[in-house]
């Protein structure tokens, strides 16, 4: 026997496959890289577009043919004037965007809670009728508002919400979507972490807080990009009529209407409601892939 002794490769019966060789070429990978940045060029496009439309001043608004890429005299007239129209509305401007601030935190993180103890049971317990309602959740997501919005309408009315921040916030924190991912993403997460805890005696409360949320980060925060995002950009509601509680979307976007002289208005009230967006999504864009990838259906 040599000194440095026998090797796994050495010993007899055993076989370990021949490591496969990944086929790529410089050439090709240039080329996936160049595609992917048109791509990602394009898509930024109304971004910057939107971005350099707030820095013109008027003069340069209506240019033909139009300068798309770059300002020739910058200025920040647009922002300036923006909130001096705002400041002269009878209504506060602080009001409107403390309305979109709370909807937009409570609704999120009602949706974020109610559809994880939702899906909790869903994806971990085995009750009669589980995959009936799975089913039904997933045929809702083929609904848009526009299709339930007389239904909806006549429900807010019934229950004394209209005009009320409840029309709001009650429907953000039942949608499914949220619901969906959050319980496809549970069902990848072995069973065994929880059997475990329960031999150590804990109990439904702790496993779903302390074992399962943690595990589920990805999902929970893809939930809150998607909720963020649909209920910062919300500028107008059918249950809602009083102006103290329209949002901030809203009263940005009466000034986009007011014509072509306030086109650059317009322009930086579109750069301001994009920016929480856009904050949030980069924050944890990362974990919109994981969630994506594990939100197949399963049964």
């Known amino acids: 026997m040599s000194r440095k002794g026998i090797g796994f490769s050495q010993l007899p019966g055993l076989q370990f496959p021949a490591r496969r060789r990944i086929n790529r070429s410089r050439a090709g990978n240039m080329l996936v890289i160049l595609f992917l940045l048109f791509c ?8 910057w577009f939107a971005l350099i439309t707030a820095l013109k001043p008027l003069n340069e608004l209506w240019l033909y043919p139009p300068n798309l890429l770059f300002v020739r005299q910058p ?12 400041s002269e509305s009878w209504v506060p401007f602080t009001r409107y965007v403390f309305n ?13 809670i109610f559809s994880s103890m939702c899906a909790y049971p869903l994806a971990k317990k085995r009750f009669p009728g589980s995959r009936i309602y799975f089913r039904i959740i997933v045929f809702s997501l083929m609904f848009t508002q526009t299709v339930t919005s007389l ?10 919400w ?44 702790k496993l779903f807080w302390i074992l399962l949320m943690p595990q589920v980060k990805p999902a929970w925060l893809t939930v809150i990009i998607f909720s963020m995002q649909g209920l ?26 007011a014509g072509f002289a306030r ?21 944890a864009q990362s974990n919109v ?10 049964e």
């Open 40 to 47: 990602g060029t394009f898509t930024a496009l109304p971004m």
């Open 75 to 86: 200025s920040l007239r647009n922002y300036a004037d923006l909130f001096l129209l705002m």
């Open 100 to 112: 979109s601030i709370f909807i937009t935190v409570a609704g999120t993180a009602g949706n974020v």
């Open 151 to 160: 239904p909806a309408y006549q429900i807010m009315s019934g229950l004394g």
């Open 162 to 205: 209209i005009d009320t921040y409840f029309a709001l916030l009650v429907p953000a924190f039942a949608m499914p979507l949220g619901l969906y991912l959050m319980r496809q993403f549970m069902l990848s997460i072995p069973d065994s972490i929880l059997e475990s805890g329960r031999i150590d005696g804990a109990g439904e409360w």
């Open 232 to 257: 910062w950009n919300m500028a107008s509601s059918n249950y809602i009529y009083r102006e103290e509680l329209k949002t901030l979307p809203y009263a940005l976007g009466q000034i986009v209407t």
């Open 263 to 283: 086109a650059g208005v317009g322009a930086a009230a579109t750069v301001l409601v994009m920016i929480v967006p856009i904050s949030v999504f980069i924050f």
């Open 289 to 298: 892939v994981v969630t994506m990838a594990s939100s197949g259906i399963k």
